[in-house]
């Protein structure tokens, strides 16, 4: 099966934060296809950039690029025409305006595949289509 990450949940993974054996066990499992979005790339590098985001030390010295496809065995998946024009479909949801978390909600409806992610306001979006795992 093929899973798309959060940002949330790729930075919890590149830093050691919390997350459900549930999730690690799909993560892991080598016959899923785990996908990080190029948008998610762009909020990690700036978030590692404005020093707020320190990755294991493993994992600092590492191509963004090296970091996904290598040491996590993880695929990207990058952002295409399609996808933008299903964020601008997408319906704002009360409480909810990041565009990157748009985005990448965008991509899995176009794609069809679940998200996980922990983000709260998430669940907001399943009346639209989105299958989410909630990393709890």
Do not use: C, W
């Amino acid at each position: 099966m093929r899973y798309l990450l959060d940002t949330n949940i790729f930075i919890d993974m590149v830093t050691d934060d919390y997350i459900s054996t549930d999730i690690l066990r799909l993560t892991t499992d080598y016959e899923n296809l785990i996908y990080v979005s190029s948008e998610s790339l762009k909020e990690y590098i700036h978030l590692v950039q404005a020093e707020k985001v320190i990755p294991k030390k493993d994992y600092r010295l590492l191509d963004v690029f090296d970091l996904v496809e290598n040491a996590l065995g993880f695929n990207v998946k990058y952002v295409t025409k399609e996808h933008l024009r299903t964020f601008v479909k997408l319906e704002l949801v009360e409480g909810h305006k990041d565009p990157s978390d748009r985005l990448i909600i965008a991509q899995a409806l176009t794609e069809k595949m679940p998200l996980i992610s922990s983000d709260t306001k998430f669940p907001k979006y399943r009346k639209q289509g989105l299958d989410l795992i909630f990393n709890q």
